[in-house]
């Protein structure tokens, strides 16, 4: 997929356009974007997204579902061609929809936006498809599909249901980093884990041990603060099974497919030994969720 900053990075081409931040690309962005698709090969599956998150900017905090990068990756594996990620400046915020219009979306050679029926451009959200519509650009409205919503699935993930969450985002629910050396303990006890650095506007699930899976392994994943050895730092470490490898530096997606147990302390490291393998073999039997 080609990437571009800015809309003179685009050749200007007739265009269906899906506009959003699409954080998460869950199941009813990816109802948008289909229908963005659908339109080819007359018109070129483009997405305009926004970099950093709007509400971000605007002075709220968010925990994101998605980075950048994993966003751009899913937008892809969707079937869009070419996205233009704006940044997303105190400016951009105060556009009027016609001034968005004229500056984001004709130079790309935008005929078609894509979008939800409830969606919202420009200046205090003043912006509507109507108005596009006005401005002389075709629009398609694709109904929202019911109960599925970022902010919804940000809820079950700080609940720990990533199960919950993988039905709303219509693929498993992901804690993505790059793997830096920690206290190298996991080695120490037959179990050396991969310690992950998380982008601080990330989201991370609920403490507790999950299984998952990472780099074509299932995976042993705990988050929290090591209880047993009087942590307080949050950490996100992967124990892939059966995994014989160097991973420092490099940029890990963890799929979490259950939620197995809370993070606890133990009598003794004896205690601990044996439990971490009771959740290895868990980790081992577990579905993907979806």
Same mark, same amino acid.
């Given at each position: 997929?080609?990437?571009?900053?800015?809309?003179?990075?685009?050749?200007?081409?007739?265009?269906?356009?899906?506009?959003?931040?699409?954080?998460?690309?869950?199941?009813? /962005?990816?109802?948008?974007?289909?229908?963005?698709?659908?339109?080819?090969?007359?018109?070129?599956?483009?997405?305009?997204?926004?970099?950093?998150?709007?509400?971000?900017?605007?002075?709220?905090?968010?925990?994101?579902?998605?980075? *950048?990068?994993?966003?751009?990756?899913?937008?892809?594996?969707?079937?869009?061609?070419?996205?233009? #990620? %704006?940044?997303?400046?105190?400016?951009?915020?105060?556009?009027?929809?016609?001034?968005?219009?004229?500056?984001?979306?004709?130079?790309?050679?935008?005929?078609?936006?894509?979008?939800?029926?409830?969606?919202?451009?420009?200046?205090?959200?003043?912006?509507?498809?109507?108005?596009?519509?006005?401005?002389?650009?075709?629009?398609?409205?694709?109904?929202? %599909?019911?109960?599925?919503?970022?902010?919804?699935?940000?809820?079950?993930?700080?609940?720990?249901? #990533?199960?919950?969450?993988?039905?709303?985002?219509?693929?498993?629910?992901? #804690?993505?980093?790059?793997? %830096?050396?920690?206290?190298?303990?996991?080695?120490?006890?037959?179990?050396?884990?991969?310690?992950?650095? #998380?982008?601080?506007? *990330? *989201? %991370?699930?609920?403490?507790?041990?999950?299984?998952?899976?990472?780099?074509? /392994?299932?995976?042993?994943?705990?988050?929290?603060?090591?209880? /047993?050895?009087?942590?307080?730092?949050?950490?996100?470490?992967?124990?892939?099974?059966?995994?014989?490898?160097?991973?420092?530096?490099?940029?890990?997606?963890?799929?979490?497919?259950?939620?197995?147990?809370?993070?606890?302390?133990?009598?003794?490291?004896?205690? *601990?030994?044996?439990?971490?393998?009771?959740?290895?073999?868990?980790?081992?039997?577990?579905?993907?969720?979806?």
């Amino acid at each position: 997929m080609n990437v571009a900053r800015s809309p003179g990075e685009l050749e200007t081409r007739s265009r269906a356009v899906a506009v959003g931040t699409f954080d998460g690309v869950h199941l009813g /962005h990816r109802r948008v974007l289909a229908a963005a698709v659908d339109q080819g090969p007359a018109l070129t599956p483009t997405v305009v997204s926004f970099w950093p998150h709007p509400r971000i900017v605007l002075g709220n905090e968010v925990r994101l579902l998605t980075t *950048l990068e994993r966003r751009l990756e899913l937008l892809a594996d969707a079937g869009i061609d070419e996205t233009l #990620v %704006v940044e997303f400046t105190p400016r951009v915020a105060q556009m009027a929809p016609e001034a968005f219009a004229d500056e984001v979306l004709r130079p790309i050679g935008t005929e078609l936006v894509v979008a939800g029926t409830d969606f919202r451009f420009g200046r205090g959200r003043a912006g509507d498809l109507d108005t596009l519509e006005r401005l002389g650009l075709a629009v398609e409205r694709v109904d929202l %599909v019911p109960d599925v919503s970022s902010t919804a699935i940000r809820g079950l993930l700080r609940e720990g249901d #990533v199960a919950g969450a993988a039905r709303l985002l219509g693929r498993t629910a992901e #804690v993505e980093g790059t793997v %830096v050396s920690g206290d190298a303990r996991g080695g120490t006890l037959g179990y050396p884990t991969a310690n992950l650095l #998380v982008e601080p506007d *990330l *989201l %991370v699930p609920a403490f507790g041990i999950y299984a998952g899976w990472a780099e074509g /392994h299932r995976s042993a994943v705990s988050i929290g603060t090591n209880p /047993h050895y009087g942590g307080h730092e949050r950490r996100v470490e992967a124990f892939l099974l059966d995994f014989d490898g160097d991973l420092y530096g490099e940029r890990l997606v963890v799929e979490l497919w259950k939620r197995l147990r809370e993070e606890q302390s133990f009598g003794s490291e004896a205690e *601990l030994v044996e439990q971490i393998g009771r959740d290895v073999e868990a980790a081992r039997a577990a579905e993907r969720p979806v």
